[in-house]
C-alpha cells in the first residue's frame, strides 16, 4: 500500500482557468491539465524566481518532490506550446 500524498500548499492560485492559443479552434478534449500543485511549482520557480528549496518549503513538500513536480509541468506547458493545446487549471 502506497503512502498517502502530502497536502501541497498554493498560495497563488491562477486567476484565469486556463489558457487558449490564437487563431485556432482548440478541441476541449485535446486540453493539456495543469495541477494546481504544478501551476503553483512553476509560479514559484520561475515568476517570483525562488530557489527550488525555497519554493518546496512554501508548498510543504520536500525539495526532490518539488523538483519532480516542476518537470512534470515544464513538459506539459512545452507540449501545448508545440501542439498548440489549451491548458486548463485542474484540482
Known sequence: MSRQKKPRKIQ???TVPGFKPLGEKADPKDEV???MEEYEA???CDYEDLFQ???AERMGVS???L???YDR???KVAKAFSEGKP???KD
Open 73 to 75: 509541468a515544464r513538459k
Open 87 to 89: 491548458i486548463a487549471f
Open 63 to 65: 525539495r526532490p518532490t
Open 42 to 44: 512553476i509560479r514559484l
Open 53 to 55: 528549496e525555497e519554493a
Open 67 to 69: 523538483t519532480r513536480i
Open 12 to 14: 497563488g492560485p491562477p
Open 33 to 35: 491539465r495543469l495541477l
